[in-house]
């Protein structure tokens, strides 16, 4: 198959090679047009469908993978790096304070389990089909919300310029997290694993941390302390006295652990930034305002 500018396309048949023209939307900015005028999307392969007496031409893209931020700066420069807490309450909550709820997810959850027990009940073959189409529902809902979530971790990343996104070890919190909290923990494995494929199409590398103590750490003196964590959602730190959103507080000792871990084993020259709402922090040079 060979695609030519002025909208046709040369297709090998078992007899000759015809020459067809492509029917595509009149408006220029229909989707076909973003990969077809597109410098950055390379055409691969195509497949050619013959349904109700017509045929449809479906073209695929790829767009080469960029280079890593990381390879870019070099070890000796200073990177940024964007961190995620995952939680319950909040499914995702990062150091620049954008907080992803987790309440509708969960409310949604438990309502498909309440009407999946009432059809088991039922324990018809007209219930055993309605659960399966109620299970394609959920997972659609679920994924499209993860996936929302995931396209939101990027683009602040990317508006931070940062060269690498830290989350929190999923192994430590599926080891800590109760039985009941299974489908938050299936959740946040969905959610990763769609900000690590967006990530890599971005050139920014997701990194992972030691949950541990993330959420009882106070990020303004150090101090660790089962008692800082007042209440699920507040952080009172019992030496200093800072407050803070507790799941913030979790996002922001990630991204400090990333950065301390990532100094030690490299013995680097170069700073560690943290994105945070109002700045970056760096280890050497301290809070810098954003402009």
């Known amino acids: 198959m060979t695609l030519f500018d002025d909208g046709t396309v040369s297709l090998s048949t078992v007899d000759d090679r015809i020459r067809c023209d492509l029917t595509l939307p009149d408006d220029e900015g229909g989707y076909q047009h973003q990969y077809l ?20 031409l ?16 070099g070890d000796d420069e200073d990177k940024t790096v964007h961190s995620v807490d995952l939680g319950i309450v909040n499914i995702a909550t990062t150091s620049t304070a ?5 309440r509708e997810l969960g409310h949604r959850h438990r309502e498909f389990e309440r009407i999946r027990g009432n059809l088991q009940q039922t324990g018809t073959q007209s219930a055993h089909r309605t659960i399966q189409q109620m299970s394609g ?14 396209n ?23 080891e800590r997290a109760p039985p009941v909290k ?3 923990q299936w959740a946040h494995r969905q959610l990763v694993d769609l900000v690590e494929y967006k990530a890599d199409a971005e050139g920014i590398c997701v990194e992972y941390v030691d949950p541990e103590n993330t959420s009882r750490r ?3 003196c150090g101090h660790t302390s089962e008692g800082n964590r007042a209440r699920q959602a507040e952080f009172e730190c019992e030496k200093c006295g800072a407050t803070a959103n507790a799941d913030y507080v979790g996002a922001k000792n990630v991204r400090w652990r990333y950065i301390r871990r990532s100094l030690q084993s490299s013995r680097r020259t170069g700073d560690g930034q943290l994105a945070l709402k109002s700045g970056t922090v760096t280890p050497n040079r301290g809070f810098v305002p954003s402009d």
């Open 37 to 56: 005028n597109n410098e950055d999307w390379e055409l691969t392969e195509s497949t050619l469908s013959r349904r109700d007496g017509d045929y449809y």
């Open 58 to 73: 479906h073209l695929g893209f790829r767009k080469p993978k960029p280079e890593k931020q990381v390879e870019k700066q």
């Open 98 to 102: 954008y907080f992803a709820s987790g």
């Open 137 to 150: 529902r959920e997972s659609r809902y679920v994924r499209d919300v993860l996936h929302r979530v995931a």
């Open 152 to 174: 939101d971790i990027i683009e602040e990343a990317l508006e931070h310029s940062c060269a690498y996104i830290a989350f929190e070890n999923l192994r430590h919190i599926r």
């Open 182 to 184: 299974g489908f938050h």
């Open 218 to 220: 106070c990020p303004e």
